[in-house]
């Protein structure tokens, strides 16, 4: 990641992509703030181009998108959430739609297409993420393909050049969530998708204090579309929140460095640990799409997923020994549900039993800690994120 992307950031630009994060998205006229401050104002002076902010945006919101935008490589809309951007891309499509969804993906996700079939907007098609022939086949059916590289919870990383590849039925949307590689792991708009995906919420904010979601695409009449979408549904940032999510950008690329290199560690040592039945970490020779992960990723990412021996009540009570913060447990969809610092995941996948990761928490020493000693490096807990979000 110190290497110069030069169809990235910006063609031409001779810096690395770290010094660029530092320097995107400020206002280079003189005597402006360094640090566009948060815009806490819904009407704005007529006689320039913003008179509202839902409809003409704030300048918080615009140095967001034009820094994710640019490390995506495209045009980015700016959302209140990740999942208020993901309805804005299902909102493009019309009645009677088909939807290819990966078997493994986002629960918010799933529920959304869900909800949707069952309205009668669109038919949902779950598809294994690893199955590219499938996909393939689906390109030329579905009017929306949508993907996650790696996938939530079990890390599964797509063909996403082969399939990106493939010819679509015109008008069709090729979308990829790109939020657990993130940008500088992956660009999926170099590689043929339409559009690209971030939580902000997770590493782009990079502190729980936020939520937010950019969109990046490099049609305008989509653009366009995505941002009348985001107006008339009223899903906009907030002027905090966007400041934030800014602030945190900036050391995305340290922070990623230094907690995949956490997480490296910590598979491996999961990998042989007597009491863990299985560790998913794309970085891992033993991972089912590693190849394709090695083929496509810069870095390996920061989410491990693994299975914990023993049954339900045995891995509660690792979960209690291993928790730096107070837990909580209950069932939920039939697996154990953890909660911890305000953070969430689901343990134990439903057709084995076992512990899965669906989302991370971070351990006392955080996820710069150069030992990569987190918490739940330790027997028995099911859930491990060398990076914090929320």
């Known amino acids: 990641m110190t290497s110069r992307d030069t169809t990235g950031h910006s063609a031409g630009d001779p810096g690395s992509v770290e010094s660029w994060l530092?320097?995107?998205?400020?206002?280079?006229?003189?005597?402006?703030?360094?640090?566009?401050?948060?815009?806490?104002?819904?009407?704005?002076?007529?006689?320039?181009?913003?008179?509202?902010?839902?409809?003409?945006?704030?300048?918080?919101?615009?140095?967001?998108?034009?820094?994710?935008?640019?490390?995506?490589?495209?045009?980015?809309?700016?959302f209140a959430s990740g999942m208020a951007g993901i309805a804005a891309i299902f909102d493009q499509l019309p009645i009677g739609s088909v939807v290819a969804l990966p078997d493994d993906c986002y629960q918010g996700v799933a529920g959304l297409a869900a909800a949707g079939q069952a309205r009668g907007r669109w038919t949902v098609h779950r598809i294994d993420v690893a199955d590219t022939a499938r996909w393939i086949d689906m390109c030329g059916v579905a009017d929306l393909i949508w993907l996650e590289s790696p996938s939530n919870p079990l890390l599964a990383v797509a063909d996403l050049d082969v399939i990106c590849a493939a010819p679509r039925k015109p008008g069709a949307i090729l979308g990829v969530d790109n939020t657990f590689a993130t940008p500088l792991n992956q660009r999926p708009l170099v590689l043929g998708a339409d559009v690209a995906v971030q939580s902000v919420t997770k590493f782009i904010g990079g502190h729980s204090d936020l939520l937010g979601g950019v969109v990046t695409v490099r049609d305008a009449n989509l653009l366009a579309s995505l941002r009348q979408s985001r107006e008339l549904a009223g899903a906009t940032p907030g002027s905090l929140e966007t400041f934030l999510a800014v602030r945190g950008v900036r050391t995305l690329a340290v922070r990623l460095e230094r907690a995949q290199n956490n997480a490296m560690t910590l598979a491996e040592r999961l990998a042989r640990h007597p009491n863990v039945a299985l560790t998913r970490y794309p970085g891992l020779a033993s991972h089912p799409t590693h190849e394709?992960?090695?083929?496509?990723?810069?870095?390996?990412?920061t989410i491990i997923s693994f299975d914990v021996r023993g049954d339900a009540p045995g891995r509660r009570r690792r979960v209690r020994r291993t928790a730096t913060y107070p837990t909580r447990h209950q069932p939920r969809c039939g697996r154990v549900h953890h909660?911890?610092?305000?953070?969430?995941?689901?343990?134990?996948?439903?057709?084995?039993?076992?512990?899965?990761?669906?989302?991370?928490y971070r351990g006392r020493r955080g996820p710069l800690d150069r030992s990569g000693s987190c918490a739940a490096q330790r027997a028995g807990s099911v859930v491990l994120d060398a990076q914090p979000w929320d």
């Open 22 to 78: 530092v320097s995107a998205g400020r206002d280079r006229r003189p005597g402006s703030p360094l640090n566009v401050p948060p815009c806490p104002a819904s009407n704005f002076v007529l006689g320039e181009r913003r008179a509202y902010s839902r409809d003409d945006g704030t300048p918080g919101w615009e140095a967001l998108e034009e820094i994710v935008g640019g490390l995506e490589g495209g045009s980015s809309v700016s």
């Open 339 to 360: 909660r911890t610092a305000g953070q969430h995941s689901w343990a134990g996948a439903p057709a084995s039993g076992a512990a899965a990761a669906e989302r991370g």
């Open 292 to 301: 394709a992960a090695r083929r496509q990723l810069k870095g390996f990412g």
